[in-house]
């Protein structure tokens, strides 16, 4: 792995103008460009995407709007359902099918385990905040990270995913990677001017990583900005994340889901170094850094000291848009595997597929007897 070569600094301007006393951020850090996506010496500049971009999206992931895509006289028969699942998993098969082909390859490596939360380890919801996690699943996360260095990578606030999970045999990146709490490591606080030290709720010494912690004023004054703007839109509902904010629209009649997104953007429109993703039902608001849950896998292994390729397998279990880069760094290092938790047919860079958070936890109960099976 070549951390170094990712930079000092993962902050990123946007073509816009930029309010760099409100940041905070060094003037030579910071740069603008008319034209687009450009390299300058150590950044990246790139463009924000138009707003129809995303609202677009929003519209097509629509039930209404998949209905009338499908006409009435081409509605799909759960056997055409079933088939296309059957003929998308020949390209991505069961990771449980596949479980003696990946535990092969692991012989004599290091499997070093990366997890989602939402829709991962636990079903998707109405209520964000009543994501929980099954004890069944706790057990078999707890077991499996006593053999395998486990972390969890989430787009929730770190403290938030750590309420959820509540084990402590694990690591934590919360805000899409944007707060990581990781071991100590000369090399990787070296690498990342960022990185400072401190302890854990054990009072463990840990490195904490936070790339965007310059940017959490900002996101603090959009939160309060997005509440007071969603406020009458029945089911809307805002979450701060710390270092990004959700924008749930799974609860808004459909006839008012352009209403959400005009909120949205009227009010993201005043910080050109913000820009917006599209998860399940949600609208994020994420700082325009270069950092995402690709890096923070990179920057996990480097700290664990597990960035040889040739002696270590890093397996990445996620189920939405943004652990797609988590899956693209370990097919362009050709180092692991991405499964993609689905059960529907999807475009991906996953390598593997599994159907939902249950067989997640059967996946991750065989590791462990796996395991357990090879140590004796
Ligand atoms: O990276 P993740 O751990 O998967 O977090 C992504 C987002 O997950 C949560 O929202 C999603 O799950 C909710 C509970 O099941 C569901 O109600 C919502 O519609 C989904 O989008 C979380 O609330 C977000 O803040 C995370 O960004």
């Given at each position: 792995?070549?951390?170094?070569?990712?930079?000092?600094?993962?902050?990123?301007?946007?073509?816009?103008?930029?309010?760099?006393?409100?940041?905070?951020?060094?003037?030579?850090?910071?740069?603008?460009?008319?034209?687009?996506?450009?390299f300058s010496s150590n950044l990246l500049l790139i463009p924000r995407k138009k707003t129809g971009v995303w609202f677009d999206a929003m519209i097509s992931s629509s039930p209404t709007h998949k209905r009338l895509t499908k006409g009435l006289s081409n509605e799909?028969?759960?056997?055409?359902?079933?088939?296309?699942?059957?003929?998308?998993?020949?390209k991505y098969p069961s990771a449980l099918a596949s479980f003696e082909q990946i535990s092969n390859f692991a012989k004599g490596k290091r499997i070093a385990l990366f997890l989602d939360y939402d829709g991962t380890l636990s079903p998707i919801v109405d209520n964000?905040?009543?994501?929980?996690?099954?004890?069944?699943?706790?057990?078999?996360?707890?077991?499996?990270?006593?053999?395998?260095?486990?972390?969890?990578?989430?787009?929730?606030?770190?403290?938030?995913?750590?309420?959820?999970?509540?084990?402590?045999?694990?690591?934590?990146?919360?805000?899409?990677?944007?707060?990581?709490?990781?071991?100590?490591?000369?090399?990787?606080?070296?690498?990342?001017?960022?990185?400072?030290?401190?302890?854990?709720?054990?009072?463990?010494?840990v490195n904490l990583f936070q790339p965007a912690s310059e940017f959490l004023p900002m996101i603090d004054e959009v939160y309060s900005s997005l509440v007071e703007s969603i406020k009458d839109i029945k089911g809307a509902k805002v979450e701060n994340n710390k270092?990004?904010?959700?924008?749930?629209?799974?609860?808004?009649?459909?006839?008012?889901?352009?209403?959400?997104?005009?909120?949205?953007?009227?009010?993201?429109?005043?910080?050109?170094?913000?820009?917006?993703?599209?998860?399940?039902?949600?609208?994020?608001?994420?700082?325009?850094?270069?950092?995402?849950?690709?890096?923070?896998?990179?920057?996990?292994?480097?700290?664990?000291?597990?960035?040889?390729?040739?002696?270590?397998?890093?397996?990445?279990?996620?189920?939405?848009?943004?652990?797609?880069?988590?899956?693209?760094?370990?097919?362009?290092?050709?180092?692991?595997?991405?499964?993609?938790?689905?059960?529907?047919?999807?475009?991906?860079?996953?390598?593997?597929?599994?159907?939902?958070?249950?067989?997640?936890?059967?996946?991750?109960?065989?590791?462990?007897?796996?395991?357990?099976?090879?140590?004796?």
């Amino acid at each position: 792995m070549d951390l170094k070569s990712t930079h000092t600094s993962p902050v990123l301007t946007d073509p816009a103008p930029i309010s760099k006393s409100r940041l905070g951020v060094h003037s030579s850090m910071l740069s603008c460009s008319p034209s687009g996506a450009a390299f300058s010496s150590n950044l990246l500049l790139i463009p924000r995407k138009k707003t129809g971009v995303w609202f677009d999206a929003m519209i097509s992931s629509s039930p209404t709007h998949k209905r009338l895509t499908k006409g009435l006289s081409n509605e799909l028969s759960t056997s055409d359902t079933d088939l296309a699942y059957r003929t998308w998993m020949l390209k991505y098969p069961s990771a449980l099918a596949s479980f003696e082909q990946i535990s092969n390859f692991a012989k004599g490596k290091r499997i070093a385990l990366f997890l989602d939360y939402d829709g991962t380890l636990s079903p998707i919801v109405d209520n964000p905040d009543c994501a929980f996690m099954s004890n069944a699943m706790r057990s078999a996360v707890r077991k499996v990270a006593k053999c395998f260095p486990t972390a969890i990578i989430s787009g929730r606030s770190r403290d938030k995913v750590y309420e959820f999970v509540g084990l402590k045999e694990l690591y934590y990146a919360g805000s899409h990677g944007m707060d990581i709490m990781g071991p100590v490591r000369q090399s990787v606080s070296d690498d990342h001017p960022n990185c400072i030290k401190s302890t854990d709720k054990q009072g463990k010494e840990v490195n904490l990583f936070q790339p965007a912690s310059e940017f959490l004023p900002m996101i603090d004054e959009v939160y309060s900005s997005l509440v007071e703007s969603i406020k009458d839109i029945k089911g809307a509902k805002v979450e701060n994340n710390k270092f990004c904010v959700s924008v749930h629209y799974r609860n808004v009649d459909e006839q008012s889901w352009t209403v959400v997104a005009q909120c949205v953007d009227n009010v993201i429109k005043n910080y050109p170094r913000l820009r917006l993703t599209h998860g399940r039902k949600v609208l994020e608001v994420r700082p325009v850094i270069n950092w995402d849950k690709g890096k923070a896998v990179t920057f996990l292994l480097e700290s664990l000291g597990l960035s040889n390729c040739d002696d270590v397998l890093p397996i990445y279990v996620g189920d939405d848009r943004t652990d797609e880069d988590a899956f693209k760094v370990l097919r362009e290092r050709n180092c692991g595997y991405g499964i993609l938790v689905s059960s529907v047919p999807k475009e991906t860079n996953a390598f593997y597929s599994l159907r939902d958070p249950s067989e997640v936890m059967e996946f991750l109960n065989s590791l462990v007897v796996w395991k357990k099976s090879s140590a004796l």
